[in-house]
């Protein structure tokens, strides 16, 4: 279990399973519809068995980059504690299970399975024609709001897309940053990224402006539905911790980079959602 947790890296599901907690509450606090216990556990797993077979595909099919690359040689596959074939069946397994869970919810998350399936594994392929690499990975991480959403309501409403574009932007932005210590090996290996493509002070300066309509993103719902001053307090964090690991990479200085990628996004995700569960609990009691 311990190497299969390592293969996926459970520990960065901490970057979209609290946007998926706002669009389910969000879904509660805005419509009719009340909380479900089960709902709520179907959520989780979805996001869960979406993200194993996500993460899965993309170790396997990268496998021979990871091991050239001597910053990923010693990822589980490349470093022989995984089996290619071992992650590839259970790439599979988790697909059959998101696809299963989606069935108990409700007939539009069933119909809609295979394309976030899509979308989320994707991402895979995309560096190999496209520095917009980014984005896709943005975009599959961005479904979560909307599809917790749709969880709970059983339909689309604009509040939920306007999060999911703050973590399309969020997550592109970011892994732009998380990429630049690539530059070299993905033009050695004629891969697609930003830096690659543009080079590390272009590439950051990208990374920005992502982030920019990140923080506009979460501003919106401000003007779409009544949230008390705890959100707004959680907005300004947020952004805090934008602004704050764009001031620890620079373009001569990557050292800090794991501590902007993993530290400061996951602080910043997980106190966001904080912010705003509050701010939905004291408005419904």
């Not at 170790?59 to 690359?69: A, M, S, T």
């Not at 409700?106 to 976030?116: D, M």
């Not at 090996?185 to 697609?192: A, G, T, V």
């Amino acid at each position: 279990m311990k190497k299969y947790l390592s293969l996926v890296l459970f520990a960065h599901t901490i970057f979209a399973m609290p946007f998926a907690f706002i669009g389910f509450f969000l879904a509660i606090s805005t419509t009719e519809h009340v909380f479900s216990p089960l709902k709520l556990v179907f959520m989780i797993l979805c996001m869960i068995f979406a993200r194993n077979a996500a993460m899965a595909f993309n170790r396997y099919l990268d496998r021979e980059y990871d091991l050239k690359n001597p910053r990923t040689a010693i990822r589980d596959i490349p470093a022989g504690r995984i089996h290619a074939q071992s992650a590839f069946w259970f790439t599979l397994t988790n697909c059959v299970l998101f696809i299963f869970t989606t069935w108990f919810i409700n007939s539009l998350c069933f119909y809609l399975s295979p394309i976030a399936l899509a979308v989320v594994m994707g991402y895979s392929y995309t560096k190999r024609f496209t520095p917009l690499c980014h984005l896709i990975l943005g975009i599959g991480l961005g479904l979560a709001p909307i599809g917790a959403y749709l969880i709970v309501a059983g339909e689309f409403a604009l509040l939920p897309i306007f999060f999911s574009l703050a973590v399309v932007c969020w997550v592109s932005g970011f892994d732009i940053i998380y990429s630049l210590q690539d530059e070299e090996f993905d033009k050695n290996e004629k891969l697609y990224s930003i830096p690659a493509w543009l080079g590390r002070k272009q590439a950051l300066r990208v990374s920005s402006v992502l982030h920019v309509f990140s923080a506009l993103f979460v501003v919106l719902p401000l003007f779409f539905t009544p949230l008390s001053w705890f959100y707004m307090a959680g907005v300004l964090f947020f952004i805090t911790m934008l602004i704050y690991q764009h001031r620890l990479v620079k373009p001569d200085d990557l050292s800090k980079v794991n501590r902007a990628f993993f530290t400061t996004n996951g602080i910043a995700s997980v106190a966001f959602a904080l912010f705003f569960l509050l701010d939905v609990y004291l408005r419904n009691s």
